[in-house]
């Protein structure tokens, strides 16, 4: 099927989501979707699956003029999605959330398990995507979960189909999987709109690639012309520099040191094993791995924000038994929670009361009693300015700036104040190109500084491009260690557990 | 203007001014509308419902008597929906302003009935020991809360229950039932611990009391509180987000535990003025349901200090208007209870003022 999008526009108040766009997916290809945050991608991909209406311009597949009320029509006209969050019933089999919503049923509405069990083992051999029908989900690791999405849509019988975000979430090993499946679907005839953010991907398997900035296509490249460089230029609207310059310097004393740390979780599970690490002045200390094997645990005990089952914690030189997360911040240790919006800012509080976030009890802002509001406004204007972040006042609310600015604000709180030690998670995680560049600056300079940086990041490029030295979590434990300039598969092998 | 602004700013971040004033007004508005066309439709003339109309506008703010009343009813629900307001604001659903009011009116009495003390100590004796228990019974669901994890709707619930069958044993006391009666009914006060009607000078029928100011000063201190306070900051981010309040440090536990005991001793103070500057005396089913409707004030209001002030005074106003209503038109007093409602519908249902009303909010 072919689809194409005439001068779609799409405005929520006064800002313009999307206007006019026009795009265009023929059978057997990939069009990959590059853009920012907020630059319209999402609104167009919910345009293009009937959540939302546009308010000018045409969709038309196989040349017809089609309007989508809802999902389902859009769904009953090939167009179907992978969302970057699944769609899942974590204790439903397989077979059952594929079926769902559609369920094929025989007499007396008994759900027909049996034909869409080989409905479903039918396209899995089709396309090379290797599902057990009667697994449950909950026990599927993320990449065989995205295939499960995958088969949802070519259940419903999907011509068209829309990947957003789709390797976020995925080793480097699965990524490579994930490319031939895609490259299965292109030659099986079906269109394919790839969403990213990230340059080589589009580089490496879309046919063509459209770029999306502020609401409208800013171009259209082929990845044999272009380059990493032109692409982020034009997904930002300005020259960026993607190469984080780092001289190496001779590291000094140890900082953090943890010991034999072990962590259960409530039903006694070991969540991270005999953790050993030591981070040393002026070094950036990568954790790599796949989401989800103890890095969050890990960064949440050495910031004092989850108890630890045994083992040692030490700063400075010192023992810190259960201390509070408000102790270890007194330490001089500044954290850089991996989600923002869960847990760095209050999104219903203005850029004000966010800047106090973790120090308003401190003399500078209180009085022990009342606030001294006068104060953390002055605090919240030198921090907005000196990091750069892109508001018209102090005073709206954490949740009305981008992401790139939200991490900037956030960036800017932690780094501002005394600092001997900082703990940066998912540090550009949804943040815009230009801004990565500005984060990693920053971290570098931190460390240049004679600051420890402990960096936490699934993105293995950023890990690379930082570290020092890395390390990498599997399963709740340290399986191996690596000098700054190891070779990156390597490094992706340890991180799926090939030492 | 400027104030207004400024108001904007933390009445709620998300909603223009507009849509914080505009909304509650029309909500009222149509709810009095509605309930009106309810008496039409279930058999009265137009006549009666024009009446009924005439008197819920009199009878609230159409002469000095009427205001007085007004400011009368809406007393006890300032303090108490103050109280649920700074719940709310640490993320707290305090469903037991009913019975902290209860226990809060207990302690008035029994401090009113039992000594006499010179006139103003009397007073300020009995207005702390009743805010004083409102909080210790609410402590007990903030402490659950905080080390148990136990949710405060159920706690506060059943403690609700609890006290007013403490009530019915307190009132049956020998200690505390008046002399020679066999209902349930405590003794009265002593004249030195009741609150002094402020316009009697004006009129001695006047029943506007000094808990008035009281609860105007209440207001001011919890604006002050919420707003400009280490404490009230601490409320307001373990109320809107857990993870970043425990994150940026804060007792999360010791938190809950005081915003619970400080929404229990308002609403104690909710119970001692009523006590002190109504009643005198306490009969079962003192509280009459105060609790309960101090939580649709405070939804009204926004879990704003000032939003609760005048939507205290507009439940005040339907109080009063309603009763005055009951005795002109002969309509019942119900209705009001069906306008309550449906201005809570209508305030929950923003998106269906909106859409019934669309040129308004262009």
């Keep these: ?499 | 203007m400027k104030f207004f602004i400024y108001l904007s700013n933390y009445f709620s971040k998300r909603e223009t001014i507009q849509e914080i004033i505009l909304i509650p007004v029309i909500a009222t508005l149509l709810a009095i509308f509605l309930g009106l066309l309810l008496l039409i439709v279930s058999g009265s003339s137009t006549q009666i419902a024009l009446t009924a109309l005439v008197a819920l506008f009199t009878g609230s703010f159409g002469s000095l008597s009427a205001i007085s009343e007004t400011f009368t009813a809406a007393t006890p629900l300032i303090f108490a929906a103050l109280g649920i307001a700074v719940g709310f604001r640490a993320g707290l659903f305090n469903i037991g302003a009913e019975g902290q009011i209860i226990l809060g009116g207990i302690a008035a009495v029994v401090i009113g009935f039992s000594f006499q003390l010179p006139f103003f100590l009397h007073l300020l004796f009995l207005l702390l020991a009743g805010a004083f228990l409102g909080a210790c019974y609410a402590f007990i669901s903030g402490w659950l809360k905080a080390t148990t994890g136990a949710h405060e709707v159920i706690t506060t619930i059943m403690l609700n229950l609890i006290a007013y069958r403490l009530l019915d044993f307190f009132l049956r006391m020998p200690a505390i039932q008046k002399e020679g009666r066999n209902d349930p009914i405590s003794k009265s006060i002593f004249e030195t611990a009741e609150l002094p009607r402020i316009l009697n000078y004006l009129d001695p029928n006047l029943r506007v009391h000094m808990g008035f100011i009281i609860a105007i000063v209440a207001v001011i201190f919890v604006y002050w509180l919420i707003f400009h306070t280490t404490i009230g900051y601490e409320f307001r981010a373990v109320g809107k987000n857990l993870d970043a309040s425990k994150y940026g440090g804060i007792n999360s536990s010791m938190t809950i535990i005081i915003a619970m005991s400080l929404a229990g001793l308002l609403a104690g103070l909710a119970g001692a003025t009523q006590i002190s500057g109504i009643l005198g005396r306490a009969t079962p089913g003192f509280s009459a349901g105060i609790g309960f409707d101090a939580i649709a004030v405070a939804l009204l209001g926004r879990a704003h200090p000032i939003g609760v002030l005048f939507s205290s005074i507009l439940f005040g106003a339907l109080i009063a208007g309603g009763r005055a209503m009951q005795v002109s038109a002969d309509v019942s007093l119900d209705l009001i209870t069906v306008i309550q409602a449906l201005i809570i519908i209508f305030i929950a249902a923003p998106i269906l003022i909106r859409k019934l009303f669309p040129w308004v909010f262009k």
């Design chain 1, 1 to 499: 099927m072919k689809l194409k999008l005439n001068e779609i526009s799409k405005s929520f108040g006064p800002v313009k989501a999307n206007s006019k766009i026009n795009l265009i997916v023929d059978r057997g290809e990939i069009l990959g979707l590059l853009g920012e945050n907020g630059a319209g991608k999402t609104t167009l991909m919910n345009i293009l699956t009937g959540l939302y209406k546009p308010d000018s311009g045409k969709i038309l597949i196989n040349d017809k003029l089609k309007e989508f009320d809802n999902p389902r029509e859009a769904n009953q006209n090939g167009v179907g999605m992978v969302h970057q969050h699944f769609m899942l019933v974590p204790v439903f089999s397989v077979t059952e959330n594929i079926i769902l919503g559609t369920e094929p049923t025989t007499i007396f509405n008994k759900i027909d398990l049996t034909n869409a069990k080989e409905k479903i083992l039918k396209i899995s051999s089709e396309y090379n995507l290797d599902v057990d029908p009667d697994q449950l989900i909950e026990k599927l690791p993320v990449g065989i979960q995205q295939r499960v999405e995958i088969i949802k849509i070519l259940f419903r019988d999907a011509e068209i189909l829309i990947f957003d975000e789709p390797t976020a979430v995925l080793t480097p090993q699965e990524v490579v999987e994930f490319f031939e499946i895609i490259k299965n679907l292109k030659k099986a005839g079906k269109a394919i709109i790839f969403i990213t953010h990230k340059l080589h991907e589009v580089l490496e398997i879309c046919d063509r690639i459209n770029v999306l900035r502020s609401g409208k296509i800013v171009g259209e490249e082929l990845p044999k012309k272009t380059n990493k460089k032109k692409l982020a230029e034009l997904m930002v609207g300005r020259k960026v520099n993607l190469k984080t310059t780092r001289q190496n310097i001779e590291k000094g004393e140890v900082l953090l040191e943890v010991n034999n740390l072990s962590i259960l979780s409530d039903n006694k599970e070991p969540l991270l094993s005999n953790v050993d690490l030591r981070l040393h002045q002026n070094e950036i200390l990568g954790i790599a791995g796949v989401q989800g094997n103890g890095q969050t645990e890990f960064i949440e005990a050495v910031t004092g924000l989850r108890k630890i089952s045994s083992g040692k914690i030490s700063y400075f030189g010192k023992e810190c038994k259960n201390f509070s997360p408000r102790k270890i911040h007194q330490l001089g240790v500044r954290h850089i929670p991996e989600d923002r919006q869960k847990q760095g800012l209050i999104g219903d509080f203005s850029l004000t009361e966010n800047i106090i976030l973790n120090t308003y009890y401190e003399k500078t802002f209180s009085n022990n009693i009342a606030l001294n509001w006068s104060n953390a406004k002055e605090e919240a204007k030198r921090i907005i300015e000196k990091f750069d972040v892109r508001t018209n006042s102090e005073e709206i609310s954490a949740d009305k700036l981008s992401g790139g600015n939200q991490q900037k604000l956030l960036i800017g709180r932690e780094m501002s104040r005394s600092i001997n030690l900082l703990i940066a998670s998912q540090p550009t995680r949804g943040v815009d190109v230009g801004s990565i560049e500005y984060i990693h600056n920053q971290i570098v300079m931190a460390r240049n500084k004679g600051i420890g940086v402990l960096l936490n990041s699934t993105e293995l490029d950023e890990i690379i491009a930082l570290s020092d030295r890395i390390i990498v979590f599997y399963e709740g434990r340290v399986i191996a260690e690596f000098p700054s300039n190891a070779d990156p598969n390597t490094i992706g092998l340890a991180m799926a557990g090939v030492n």
